[in-house]
């Protein structure tokens, strides 16, 4: 059975780097018929995509934080991981990892597993 | 504010049909297909709906999805009391090039 964990700290100074990692397992991460991401939501709110990665390396990035955000793979270790650069308040929030299928070789948000979730606050 | 526009709530009785809209546009909902998560409390979101009116295994034939034109209904019918949770609509947005959710709606079941 699938699982996804997401790990990493869960407080965050202002203006410093997030580094999230999200280990999978149960499944090969070397998949061509998957993508893997990141969907966040901050406290009360709703959901945002992040991101997504294939197993090969390549990246698509909502294009609203595309200049601070790097996701990469390690197929080794059947891993992939979040940065997100200058962090503010407004960071804040539960980041959720998630195996996304495709379609047609494409993504159009389908989203059919998701990590538990890992809350991480941006405070001083 | 959401690309796509979900109410903010939505309620009924045990036993009830219920119907969440998510309205979007040709560059989302028209021309893409939209999927339905449900996310219980304190829980990371669970796939409900896929490719506008796919049901993943394990959900119920109560739950169903339509798309006329740019927007989309979910329909939950014998609402129980378990179906309250927070109902969320996504799609690809061609001119955004990337997936946008809706605000999600709080479904109550009174």
């Known amino acids: 059975q699938l699982q996804l964990q997401e790990s990493g700290p869960g407080l965050v100074k202002p203006s410093e780097t997030l580094s999230l990692t999200c280990s999978v397992s149960g499944d090969s991460i070397s998949s061509s018929d998957y993508y893997w991401g990141w969907i966040r939501q901050p406290p009360g709110k709703g959901l945002e995509w992040i991101g997504s990665i294939d197993y090969r390396g390549n990246t698509y990035y909502n294009p609203s934080l595309k200049t601070r955000v790097t996701i990469s793979v390690d197929t080794s270790r059947s891993q992939f991981s979040l940065k997100l650069t200058s962090m503010t308040a407004a960071d804040t929030a539960v980041y959720f990892c998630?195996?996304?299928?495709?379609?047609?070789?494409?993504?159009?948000?389908?989203?059919?597993?998701w990590g538990q979730g890992s809350l991480v606050t941006v405070s001083s | 504010q959401s690309v796509l526009t979900q109410p903010p709530s939505a309620s009924g009785t045990p036993g009830q049909r219920v119907t969440i809209s998510c309205s979007g546009s040709?560059?989302?909902?028209?021309?893409?297909?939209v999927y339905w998560y449900q996310q219980l409390p304190g829980t990371a979101p669970k796939l409900l709906m896929y490719r506008d009116n796919e049901r993943p295994s394990g959900v119920p034939d109560r739950f169903s999805g339509s798309k006329p034109g740019t927007s989309a209904s979910l329909a939950i019918s014998g609402l129980r009391s378990e179906d309250e949770a927070d109902y969320y609509c996504a799609a690809w947005d061609d001119s955004l090039r990337g997936v946008v959710f809706g605000g999600g709606t709080k479904l109550t079941v009174l």
């Open positions: 040709s560059s989302n909902i028209g021309s893409n297909y």
């Open positions: 998630a195996r996304l299928p495709l379609y047609n070789n494409f993504w159009s948000g389908h989203i059919d597993h």
